[in-house]
């Protein structure tokens, strides 16, 4: 069992619908939670960022953590064809150097 | 000014041989990595130096040896290529005091072995 499990997808919705993707993980060490967005044949980018439990906003997006559950999702509002991309989880420990990632979940938006 | 830059951005290679990927980050942080991106897209920490100082050293075959000249430069040589190293391989850094809170990636490298 991989310490995060991230669906793949690909998941494809039409503009402006409310796009939700979702990780689950298993160490509940886990302390530090991200959101990374990645294009065709580029590096991942930092999206947002949260530490232990809660909500956060960032415009389009909302990231929100549920260590309880071990349950983390992203949810992007007025989804836009530019919002195309993979969209990968990672999670760190306390203290700790390594990100670990979700496999990533490829999402087109239609326009 | 590009953040974190990996050079080549593709390399196709013969098995056996050996190569080298490097790296460098003008962000002035302290921390480096280098991951493994696989053909399904799954990201996977191989080393991480900071300082020039390994901190991080995954299960990855001795065929690859990282090298940290300054804390700015982060290169990784491969000894005999083999047909699964092919993957696409990042270059990352962050600060430490953040933890990885705030990593910046590459452009990758995309290595194809033939």
């Known amino acids: 069992q991989k310490e995060v499990e991230q669906d793949p997808g690909p998941l494809s919705v039409p503009e402006g619908a409310i796009v939700s993707l979702n990780c689950t993980y298993s160490n509940s060490a886990f302390q530090y939670f991200m959101w990374y967005r990645q294009y065709s044949r580029k590096g991942p980018e930092l999206l947002m960022y949260t530490y232990s439990s809660g909500n956060k906003e960032d415009g389009r997006f909302t990231a929100q953590v549920d260590k309880s559950s071990k349950y983390i999702s992203l949810f992007i509002r007025d989804s836009q064809p530019s919002d195309s991309a993979t969209y990968l989880c990672?999670?760190?420990?306390?203290?700790?150097?390594?990100?670990?990632f979700g496999q990533g979940t490829r999402l087109t938006i239609n326009p | 000014d590009t953040a974190v830059s990996q050079t080549p951005k593709y390399l196709v290679t013969q098995m056996g041989n050996d190569k080298s990927i490097k790296c460098e980050q003008n962000l002035g942080h302290d921390t480096m990595y280098w991951y493994k991106q696989d053909s399904k897209k799954f990201l996977k920490i191989m080393f991480s130096y900071n300082n020039k100082e390994l901190i991080i050293n995954e299960t990855v075959p001795n065929r690859f040896s990282p090298k940290s000249p300054d804390k700015a430069h982060l290169n990784l040589h491969i000894n005999s290529l083999e047909l699964g190293d092919s993957a696409v391989y990042f270059c990352?850094?962050?600060?430490?005091?953040?933890?990885?809170?705030?990593?910046?990636f590459g452009q990758g490298t995309r290595l194809t072995v033939v």
């Open positions: 990352a850094s962050s600060q430490v005091h953040r933890g990885v809170s705030e990593a910046f």
């Open positions: 990672a999670m760190v420990l306390e203290g700790a150097q390594k990100l670990v």
